[in-house]
């Protein structure tokens, strides 16, 4: 008797994100013998997904910035009839939005078991904006539901995280699962020597306020009157779904004045990388595990991030780069040119950050604990 295989059905909100952060974790998947297909909003990315192997599964009313709650309950329904036709084994639900709908649309559907991976808790957990603060305790009451029964299971990227969601009691210890980040390919993102000349200190991201972009401005001019001869570079777009975007005006506005220089989006990430002497993440956003810092460890790159959750994942301070305090350009600027001062130390830390990402970050290490994890879990 022919015997099918399990069905894993990833949801997830965006093409562009399932191709940057689920692509080769769903590619594993096909290896160990799964049907996989991912339920998405199809932009740009059709044609790599379904190359890839994977069945592609078209959400056409989803939208992440949307609060309308019929267009929501449209969303949910969508998917409902998603999981009721498609009838996985596993549902992996990626990023916020997705357990919260998906885990109510995989229920309601049928689904065997839900794995919710929570890529950070996001701006809702993040620091202070007044929407968050409106919509943490819905969002709190919420994972109460999602998250809990002997069919879900919970990933967290960072034990900030994890403790987080104990501490508020929204989820089982025995039903959460410590797997940090997304992985980093190590052939893609190779050790390179630090590149002569002017330096480039770089901050790629995701073009939002909460990535700490206007701190970064004002450590550019900080650290300039400081007398830092270096050229401080923006790598990426706005988000125009995310209310933290910043508007594509301001960032002409700096790049203009020559405070900064803004190059837009960038499909070359090692090669862009390879270009930087210290890389920058300021994020004050609730961050899982920063796939960018995870590229700039890989690339043997110094890195200065914010003293959040995620971000001390890979910067450990004084050995793979230095952490600042969040919101504080002055301070980030002080850090710049500790650095800048001392190409050596530089170097070093960038060894020490390949290194860190080898042992511990490297794309297997990921894929291997979670389909552990889906072998766990899958019905007999």
Not at 99 to 114: C, E, I, K, S
Not at 128 to 154: C, D, H, Y
Request: aromatic residues 6%; hydrophobic residues 50%; proline residues 6%.
């Amino acid at each position: 008797m022919r015997v099918e295989p399990p069905r894993l059905l990833f949801v997830v909100t965006e093409d562009w994100y399932f191709v940057s952060h689920r692509l080769p974790l769903a590619v594993a998947a096909l290896r160990a013998g799964y049907r996989v297909a991912v339920a998405t909003r199809v932009r740009d990315h059709a044609a790599q997904i379904v190359q890839a192997g994977v069945e592609l599964i078209e959400l056409k009313r989803w939208r992440r910035s949307s609060l309308n709650p019929l267009l929501e309950l449209a969303a949910v329904a969508e998917l409902v009839g998603v999981v009721r036709r498609w009838r996985p084994e596993i549902v992996h639900l990626v990023a916020l939005k997705p357990v919260l709908y998906g885990g109510l649309a995989a229920r309601l559907g049928g689904a065997a078991v839900r794995v919710n991976a929570l890529a950070g808790l996001g701006f809702v957990f993040g620091q202070g904006r007044a929407l968050a603060r409106l919509l943490r305790p819905l969002v709190s009451l919420a994972f109460r539901w999602t998250l809990g029964g002997e069919r879900a299971v919970t990933i967290v990227q960072n034990p900030d995280d994890r403790d987080l969601l104990l501490a508020k009691k929204l989820v089982d210890a025995t039903h959460l699962r410590l797997i940090r980040g997304s992985g980093v390919d190590l052939q893609r993102f190779v050790d390179s020597e630090l590149p002569p000349g002017r330096p480039i200190v770089l901050l790629m991201s995701r073009m939002l306020w909460d990535k700490g972009v206007a701190e970064f401005v004002e450590a550019a001019r900080t650290a300039r009157a400081g007398g830092a001869d270096a050229r401080f570079v923006l790598v990426g777009e706005p988000d125009a779904e995310n209310p933290a975007a910043v508007p594509r005006s301001q960032l002409q506005q700096w790049h203009d004045s020559g405070v900064v220089e803004w190059w837009g989006y960038r499909a070359d990430t090692p090669q862009v990388l390879a270009l930087a002497r210290i890389v920058v993440l300021p994020s004050f956003y609730g961050e899982g595990v920063p796939k960018v810092l995870l590229e700039a460890a890989a690339s043997g790159r110094p890195m200065i991030a914010t003293d959040m959750p995620g971000c001390r994942e890979v910067v450990a301070q004084g050995v793979t780069g230095l952490l600042v305090p969040p919101r504080d350009g002055v301070g980030l600027a002080a850090a710049v040119l500790q650095l800048l001062a001392d190409p050596e130390r530089c170097r070093q830390m960038g060894l020490r950050a390949r290194i860190l990402a080898e042992s511990e970050f490297g794309i297997e290490a990921v894929t291997s604990s979670t389909l552990a994890l889906y072998r766990e879990v899958l019905p007999r």
